[in-house]
DNA sequence: CTGAAAGCGCTTACAG
DNA sequence: CTGAAAGCGCTTACAG
């Protein structure tokens, strides 16, 4: 009845219907000093029942905020939507969110490069006050891109560099002797590290700690790099398999649920027993490890904690914050029906 | 040397270095009438130089315009992160919006109507043009909603009702007819269709059809309802193998894979060859279907490129279109390891 | 505590 | 074809 023709409620209609200016309504929205109690009151109940939200354009252009972070995943949609990592991340961001009334702007792009050219526009067109930044290459371009362009972002990586983007660092070295020791107490001797791409800094970073703990332990530990699909998988515990039953490991660590899976029913192909013959741990845990037979023992490292954690640095640093690293803190290995000890 | 306290670069930079009005600027930028050629290229060619984009808050505020579109999910993280579905959805939708240089702003809420507020206060925000909708229920109260808010929205569903938002629809009964056909030229006769939650529309469609299509065939088919979670698939199948060997079906069609292979593991489990004992189709194909052991027959249905199309459609709305239904075509099914003819 | 006014960076009729 | 100007809906010093 009152506003049939216009569509938007703004700030202006509410400052109208209470005869106060449009600084008064502003103020009062947004909790700051410059009103009175009651004045606040009028404002915030009239806003509530007129069900208005301010106009996200308006403030990011008055106020160069926009409340959105952006993600880029520059990955191959066919290992992607076969892993769980990717959902299970976005879902412990969106729990933040959900609370901190923030958005998300996702981006999915192949793996060429095309990525460095989202981040470059996104941030000249204003669109996200910050970036979360995975899958961390050596030398990765987008840490000088981001920090030419003075847009707040944090990696969700295993190094801690000291570069000035943000950084929620994994705690490998305690996975790996989480994972280790409990192959160690087993009785296994010889270990095949199945890692993913080394490209990533993580998978470097594992490779180096699965080396030097597995040292510490006088354990001997080969290193395999795979793609993170099953074929790898497959082909990696082909290979090692063929050296039976020589000196050949005894343990597969695989570096994620996928080719673990795989050297499972691998093993099992060519006759196998596991964990009798081979023992499997896949570096993280998914609906695949538990569907799995036999059921796959994995680590769970909380991933929906983590990628809040590291929401909530990237807030922060939003914010104006300076302490750039924070640490998570180390999985759970849930030991299932893949590892036992060896035969011998 | 020119540009160091300015960090931003704007159409009154670009109409000042030429000489020209941000009137013809913009009408350039945006490949309008009102410029002559030779402006035109000169102005296109200075903003590539200084790598200018316009600011979204900007062109959001002045022309109603975001190029976002929302999705907004309200589902467990349980099932969804187990499910390869909305992975694959999202990668479908991503495909088209690099292409198309469009946004998507994602949500992902809990399922007791919290997306509600979301739809609401988006539109309210000016957050994005348009919304995909997914996992519609009876009676939706998005769809008045949406109406109401006059805000575009498309439908990917399996109903093609007439009430104004967009639709997708999928070939349910096509979709039947391939795996009824399948099942029942390898001699089955009596099938359990067991599928997911019946609170959602396209599970109410495949019931109904599932029976009236198997009556057309002299099939008897049998329907149980599950929660798309391996206990429930686990559950229903060995409900069905306690009634053995009387006339209880000798194949399962499962809404999704992870009940689909909740099914195979429980009857090989209880002793039970597959497909000789139970044959087994899965609703959906992932990459479960192709790692269990034996690898299940399952429907490919693109979902990439549904996700396209539903988006393709959406734009078209937001830009004015007024033909609101569109038809997926129906998937593959292929055939693996867990359908054969039965022993009888 | 409150109001008038400038400004954010575009788009879009409207005159020339 | 081109330019001057108003307007989108907020925020934010700046006076009172």
Redesign the pocket.
């Known amino acids: 009845m009152s506003t049939a023709r216009?569509?938007?409620?703004?700030?202006?209609?509410?400052?109208a219907q209470l005869?106060?200016?449009?600084?008064?309504?502003?103020?009062?929205?947004?909790g700051?000093?410059?009103?009175?109690?009651?004045?606040?009151a009028r404002v915030l109940h009239l806003a509530d029942e007129l069900g208005?939200?301010?106009?996200s354009?308006?403030?990011a252009?008055?106020?160069?905020?926009t409340g959105t972070i952006g993600v880029v995943i520059a990955r191959d949609p066919a290992v992607i939507t076969a892993e769980a990592f990717y959902m299970r991340t976005l879902f412990g961001v969106e729990q933040y969110l959900n609370e901190a009334d923030g958005q998300l702007l996702l981006r999915l792009t192949g793996e060429r490069g095309e990525d460095l050219d989202v981040y470059r526009r996104w941030t000249r067109q204003?669109r996200v006050d910050g970036f979360l930044l995975y899958d961390e290459h050596d030398d990765d371009p987008r840490v000088p891109l981001l920090t030419a362009l003075g847009m707040p972002a944090v990696m969700v990586t295993s190094v801690a560099l000291d570069d000035g983007i943000g950084r929620l660092v994994t705690p490998e070295a305690q996975t790996v002797q989480v994972m280790l020791d409990h192959l160690h107490s087993l009785g296994h001797r010889e270990i095949l590290h199945l890692s993913g791409p080394l490209v990533y800094a993580h998978e470097r970073v594992r490779m180096q700690t699965m080396a030097s703990e597995g040292a510490a332990r006088g354990l001997q530990v080969a290193h395999v790099e795979g793609t993170y699909e099953f074929a790898s998988g497959a082909e990696a515990t082909s290979a090692l398999l063929r050296r039976r039953p020589s000196t050949a490991p005894t343990a597969i660590v695989a570096g994620n649920d996928i080719m673990a899976t795989a050297a499972v029913s691998t093993a099992t192909d060519l006759g196998l027993r596991v964990p009798t013959d081979l023992s499997v741990i896949a570096w993280d845990d998914s609906v695949l490890c538990q569907v799995a037979r036999p059921h796959l023992t994995a680590m769970d490292h909380g991933l929906m904690g983590k990628a809040r954690l590291a929401t909530d640095l990237l807030f922060d640093l939003i914010a104006g914050g300076t302490q750039v690293h924070r640490a998570s803190s180390v999985g759970t290995l849930i030991v299932r029906g893949t590892t036992g000890p060896p035969r011998r």
Chains 1, 2 share one sequence.
């Open positions: 216009r569509e938007r409620i703004t700030i202006s209609d509410i400052a005869g106060i200016s449009k600084a008064s309504v502003s103020y009062a929205l947004n700051r000093p410059g009103v009175s109690a009651a004045t606040r208005f939200h301010a106009s354009a308006a403030v252009l008055s106020a160069s905020r204003g």
